[in-house]
């Protein structure tokens, strides 16, 4: 059976256009998004920080840029917020731990926990579950959010790498 060469061509190329446009239209998108939403990762962690340490009035980032020191207006050292992440059930869970400067876990802030199971997995950013951790200088176990094991755990992972980054660049 012989075929036309235009039956086959131009559905080809229409599907090709097609496909370039769309392309065309998420990379203009994704350069129009891009900034946005980086100031507002930002603002979420300059948030994080001033609920950790209201009384602060700057905050210091050190040399590698996980660890700000929260300093007083005499200039003091208040403590530390140390970003971290682990894998939660669904995607990364992104928090801040503040953390005292003797090495305790003071508050521990969710930034970002949206590829979580709404209702349950993102119950993990409750601050009354979150108060578990204070007081803590390393994590074991934790009483999870019922239906959220493997988000719990994601938030406990992600607050024991913050207390080991403290350990590595502050002590």
Partial sequence: MKRNAGAVLLPALSLLLICAAVAGILAVVNT????????????????????????????????????????????????????????????????????????????????????????????????KWLAQFAGQTKIESIDSVASATYSSKGVMHAVNAALAIYEEDVQ
Avoid: H, W
């Avoid at 891009?34 to 009384?55: G, H, L, N, W, Y």
């Avoid at 020191?69 to 939660?88: F, H, I, K, M, N």
């Fill in 32 to 127: 129009v998004t891009k900034e946005p939403i980086a100031k507002s990762a930002k603002q979420a962690v300059e948030v994080s920080m001033r609920e950790i340490f209201p009384s602060a009035t700057e905050f210091l980032s050190n040399k590698t840029g996980r660890v700000y020191t929260a300093r007083s207006a005499a200039g003091q050292p208040l403590g530390y917020c140390v970003e971290s992440d682990a894998q939660g059930y669904a995607g990364l869970i992104k928090i801040m731990v503040g953390i005292s400067p003797k090495g305790q876990v003071l508050q521990v802030k969710v930034l970002d926990c949206a590829s979580e199971t709404p209702g349950l997995g993102q119950k993990v950013q409750e601050p």
